[in-house]
């Protein structure tokens, strides 16, 4: 079973608009209300796919319950611990001839011991063969070292573990050796406190994580496609077809779950790596997550580099 944890969720407002100005009132001409968040993104992914997965995490106050109930539309399993302290997040995604997002940092009054519920259900569910996903932000005021402790209890469980976090969060996690890391530029360049350009730096830096203790690491980035380094120093690169950009929300996130899918259904790395730049460059070509229809279509388009 595929396990997702999303413990910093949210609602997300998408308005497409003609213009954007400020100090005057803007009218949308379509608007959306999805839930959100990176493992949220990566169980509808899988869904799409095909592949069953259990979505978990954290939800809070009247957003949370609006959030579980989308998401319970797209996803077979959802598992949320619901709480009291706050709301679920409200990010807000404006779409003119650019993109534009305010993400909230999410409710500060949720308490760390939520998480104990978390690692103890995940201790008592998961089983030798599992695929655990860690992905998104963490709550206000939580440690940032807080998945250390999950991670140490489900060690030597023979657990897939992939991470989609940041900085400490992510550089903190990479002691328990995950299979998968997915930083995307912006990301390992804060990590390493320094632009990282060509693509001979970013290889570098990512070896660096490696060296650090993951076993794979994906790059995305963006228009310029992603890089995969794999546990046996081969390295795979590809740039996206040509398309037209409609939304690069949830890009990163369809990557990741189609690897999953992929990795899931027995393919070569390469060709998990294939089929997961198609489902990243289909979604930024969509109006949200690609379906497995167009990301099928886009996946004989894909060449390495």
Same mark, same amino acid.
């Given at each position: 079973?595929?396990?997702?944890?999303?413990?910093?969720?949210?609602?997300?407002?998408?308005?497409?608009?003609?213009?954007? /100005?400020?100090? /005057?009132?803007?009218?949308?001409?379509?608007?959306?209300?999805?839930?959100?968040?990176?493992?949220?993104?990566? +169980?509808?992914?899988?869904?799409?796919?095909?592949?069953?997965?259990?979505?978990?995490?954290? /939800?809070?106050?009247?957003?949370?319950?609006?959030?579980?109930?989308?998401?319970?539309?797209?996803?077979?399993?959802?598992?949320?611990?619901?709480?009291?302290?706050?709301?679920?997040? @409200?990010?807000?995604?404006?779409?003119? *001839?650019?993109?534009?997002?305010?993400?909230?940092?999410?409710?500060?009054?949720?308490?760390?011991?939520?998480?104990?519920?978390?690692?103890?259900?995940?201790?008592?569910?998961?089983? +030798?063969?599992?695929?655990?996903?860690?992905?998104?932000?963490?709550?206000?005021?939580?440690?940032?070292?807080?998945?250390?402790?999950?991670?140490? $209890?489900?060690?030597?469980?023979?657990?897939?573990?992939?991470? *989609?976090?940041?900085?400490? +969060?992510?550089?903190?996690?990479?002691?328990?050796?995950?299979?998968?890391?997915?930083?995307?530029?912006?990301?390992?360049?804060?990590?390493?406190?320094?632009?990282?350009?060509?693509?001979?730096?970013?290889?570098?830096?990512?070896?660096?994580?490696?060296?650090?203790? $993951?076993?794979?690491?994906?790059?995305?980035?963006?228009?310029?496609?992603?890089? #995969?380094?794999?546990?046996?120093?081969?390295?795979?690169?590809?740039?996206?077809?040509?398309?037209?950009?409609?939304?690069?929300?949830?890009?990163?996130? $369809?990557?990741?779950? /189609?690897?999953?899918? $992929?990795?899931?259904?027995?393919?070569?790395?390469?060709?998990?790596?294939?089929? +997961?730049?198609?489902?990243?460059?289909?979604?930024?070509?969509?109006?949200? #997550?690609?379906?497995?229809?167009? @990301?099928?279509?886009?996946?004989?388009?894909?060449?390495?580099?």
């Amino acid at each position: 079973m595929i396990y997702t944890l999303t413990l910093n969720p949210s609602l997300d407002y998408s308005l497409t608009l003609p213009k954007f /100005a400020v100090e /005057a009132i803007n009218t949308s001409n379509r608007e959306e209300i999805r839930p959100g968040g990176k493992g949220v993104n990566i +169980s509808i992914m899988l869904e799409r796919l095909g592949h069953k997965s259990i979505a978990m995490g954290i /939800a809070s106050g009247f957003t949370g319950a609006e959030f579980v109930k989308l998401l319970s539309g797209m996803v077979s399993n959802v598992d949320f611990i619901m709480t009291e302290g706050g709301n679920t997040r @409200i990010n807000v995604k404006f779409q003119t *001839d650019v993109e534009t997002e305010i993400n909230s940092k999410g409710p500060s009054h949720i308490p760390f011991e939520v998480y104990d519920k978390i690692v103890t259900k995940l201790c008592d569910n998961l089983k +030798s063969g599992d695929t655990l996903v860690l992905a998104g932000s963490i709550f206000p005021g939580w440690p940032e070292t807080c998945h250390s402790k999950l991670l140490k $209890a489900i060690r030597g469980k023979n657990i897939t573990v992939i991470i *989609d976090t940041n900085g400490t +969060s992510l550089v903190d996690s990479l002691r328990y050796r995950p299979y998968l890391i997915k930083p995307n530029r912006r990301e390992l360049c804060q990590i390493f406190s320094k632009e990282l350009n060509s693509t001979s730096e970013i290889t570098y830096h990512a070896r660096l994580l490696q060296a650090r203790g $993951a076993q794979r690491v994906i790059v995305s980035l963006g228009k310029d496609g992603a890089i #995969l380094l794999d546990e046996h120093e081969h390295v795979f690169q590809s740039m996206p077809p040509t398309g037209h950009v409609k939304n690069t929300v949830g890009a990163g996130d $369809a990557m990741l779950g /189609a690897y999953i899918a $992929a990795m899931e259904e027995g393919r070569p790395t390469i060709e998990c790596f294939k089929y +997961s730049m198609a489902a990243g460059s289909a979604t930024a070509y969509s109006q949200w #997550l690609a379906s497995k229809v167009e @990301i099928d279509a886009l996946y004989p388009k894909i060449r390495l580099i």
